[in-house]
């Protein structure tokens, strides 16, 4: 098991890259379509939270909205005191970024990762589609990340190194973590699972759900819905 946590937690990182790369490709292309990609991230991660991790964390312990409200709080602390967002309308807006913006982007790669981690730790199927619904979230990050640091002229030169560290950090989350629980109990087990379908519920309505409703297009509501589905059948098929 650990080396599918190796391989997919790896292709998440790389995934932040593709979403750099295709910024420093295709800028304006990148733009105009990064919001169909959200779209249907959002119903993978929505769907993974509520149909593969919730129901396995309510199965192992009967606390488990205790941590999936405080990891829910958690990163609403991280990013309203740490990490600055950029506004997008037409195109990219963005703050200085400074380096304790840098560190909080870097902490949400490496909770990606600990997802992972605890994810593989269940089951291929929970490791499979958490992986799914990272990647493709991370992908849109990648875009938002290398945005952020070409606007701040304390990373601008090296912007590309930064957008590394930040990938990295997620096989770095998952792997750490699988390693750590194995053999723990599946009541603890439950609290991190709760706490990992509480960061995709935050991060898929509060950070993507807001992107989406500034520019309406009916096909954003059909990627929603092929996102939840397609979460569905996988589980169906794997499961």
Known sequence: ????????????????????????????????????????????????????????????????????????????????????????????????????????????????GIIIGVGFGVSFTVGLITSLAVILHETAEGVFIYTLLMHDQAFRSKALFYAWIVALATPFGAIITFLFIQGISPFVLGWLLAAAAGSFIYIGASDLVPEIHKKYNFLNIFLVLLGIIFVVAIGQFLG
Not at 14 to 38: C, D, M, P
Request: glycine fraction near 6%; hydrophobic fraction near 55%.
């Open 1 to 112: 098991m650990l080396i599918n946590v190796i391989i997919y937690s790896f292709i998440a990182g790389l995934s932040t890259i593709f979403g750099v790369y295709l910024v420093r490709r295709f800028e304006n292309w990148t733009k105009r379509n990064a919001i169909f990609l959200l779209s249907f991230a959002i119903g993978v991660l929505l769907a993974n939270a509520f149909f593969q991790l919730l129901p396995e964390a309510i199965e192992k312990n009967p606390t488990w909205f205790y941590w999936t409200l405080g990891s829910i709080f958690f990163l609403f602390l991280v990013e309203h005191l740490i990490i600055i967002h950029s506004c997008r309308e037409e195109e990219y807006h963005a703050h200085a970024l400074g380096t304790t913006s840098f560190l909080g982007i870097a902490l949400h790669s490496l909770i990606d």
